[in-house]
């Protein structure tokens, strides 16, 4: 009898232990969950969006691991991001926390902010004013931000918000480094990002975890936690859930 027990306990560890090693073998190699904490990416990602990011898309580096174990200083099936692209990253101040901005400078591009308008290489990027004002938190303040729909030197077009009087206007120009990436939220005023070149900076390439892909999950923080369950069809964005990002 208790050799059928032990038998059956040793049974359940292992089938544990598979499904643990497959976890994470999946969350390292094909897509990992990641929660949207703050507003840096309104109006594409809001607070409480839960979203998958692909880990296939750019390649493998030793952050597209837990713990980011330094057993490698190279990026193995190494793909280059695209301009336009909604990367998760390491931030390089700790190589350690998770930032996702949009990838705007490529190597050798030079950045610059002049009169609230953004330059890629000394040529403005085109921008359509949206009839859109949005109330957008920001810690502990609330911005009043007219939305933009922004088209960027390879196509790719996206919204980005813009606080209504007064912004960042006028920056100096940033000269992308090689094998790094120049990445900013959506959210042009509320953004911590490589505009802030002690705090976030370029990011290198091996600090590329992946591409944001869907929206698989959201969830209002103002109006409810997620905890409360029977609060859940006030807070529950129904208009997000699976919506591919780009």
């Known amino acids: 009898m208790k050799k059928k027990i032990i038998n059956s306990i040793l049974d359940n560890l292992k089938t544990l232990f598979g499904a643990l090693i497959l976890a ?47 057993f490698s200083s190279k990026r193995f099936f190494s793909k280059k991001p695209k301009r336009g692209d909604l ?4 931030t390089p101040a700790d190589n350690r926390t998770d930032y996702i901005k949009r ?9 610059q902010f002049i009169n609230g308008e953004l330059f890629i290489n000394q040529k403005r990027v085109m921008r359509k004013k949206i ?14 931000t007219i939305t933009y729909e922004e088209t960027l030197p390879n196509g790719v077009k996206h919204k980005v918000s813009y606080k209504k009087k007064g912004t960042l206007q ?8 090689n094998n790094q990436y120049f990445l900013m939220g959506d959210n042009r005023d509320c953004s911590k990002d490589s505009r802030y070149l ?4 370029y990011v290198d390439i091996l600090n590329l975890v992946g591409k944001a892909k869907i929206i698989f999950f959201s969830n209002d923080t103002k109006k409810g936690s997620l905890f409360k369950i029977w609060n859940l069809h006030n807070s529950f964005r129904f208009n997000r859930t699976f919506k591919t990002l780009k």
């Open 24 to 70: 994470i073998l999946i969350r390292s190699l094909i897509i990992q969950p990641f929660y949207i904490p703050s507003s840096s990416m309104e109006p594409t990602l809001l607070v409480g969006d839960r979203i998958f990011v692909s880990k296939i898309t750019y390649g493998y580096s030793k952050h597209s691991f837990p713990f980011s174990p330094n």
């Open 87 to 90: 990367v998760v990253f390491k």
């Open 103 to 111: 990838l705007i400078g490529l190597p050798g591009d030079e950045i």
């Open 131 to 144: 009839d859109e004002v949005l109330l957008i938190r920001c810690g502990n303040f609330t911005l009043e």
């Open 170 to 177: 006028n920056t100096k120009i940033y000269k992308v480094p």
């Open 198 to 201: 002690e705090e976030v900076g």
